[in-house]
């Protein structure tokens, strides 16, 4: 019998370890796969629960059972979600028949998420987080700039200081209502919920 050449032996080595090398590869993948979306989130789901909150909120949550409650000793809000808008208002004034007017456009900073002073307690019903009775909420809204976009007055009406304070303050307040009527609170409450359950599937170390 003949012997088969030393460099086609050679290549069916390589080729019979890259093939087991391929498989390996793959079996490892389904059982982190597995382990990640199956049995992770199933492991101590308290413990699991406390830790994401810990984390999420950086407050001491309290254990009772199968119930946690948002210790607020550290830090009382938890913002989620930040955005930058626009708001615009008219100030309008009339004396003697005679108007004044300020037309004020300006730019905010809004920002939402939780008063975690009003955080409720958690819990775990057959290892599942029962639904966060925590609603989002607007936390700030900062100006940031505004400009007079449009100014008018009369010679027994004017324009005064006060009147651009009064203005400037509606303004806000209707810069905090268009944070209100946005999606801003939806948001943060989208933001929290993902956040919770990434660290709930995280692996633990």
Known sequence: MSELPRESTGKGFFRLSLAFFVVSLMMIGVVT??????????????????GAL??????????????????????????TVEREMHSIIKYEGTFLGQKKMLILKGTFRATAGFDLTKAPS???????VSDS?????ILHVELLDYEIYHSQDSA????????????TNQLLEQARQDAIESDLRTEAQLKFHERLDDFMRAPRL
């Open 54 to 79: 810990e984390t999420i909120t950086k407050n001491e949550v309290k254990q009772s059972g199968h119930s946690l409650e948002i210790q607020t000793n550290a830090i009382e809000e938890l913002a």
């Open 156 to 167: 027994f009406n004017k324009l005064t200081p006060e009147d651009q304070e009064i203005a």
């Open 33 to 50: 796969w597995f382990f990640m979306n199956q049995i992770t989130p199933m492991l101590d789901p308290v413990q699991r629960l406390k």
């Open 133 to 137: 009775p925590m609603t989002a909420e």
């Open 122 to 128: 958690f819990s775990i019903i057959e290892n599942q």
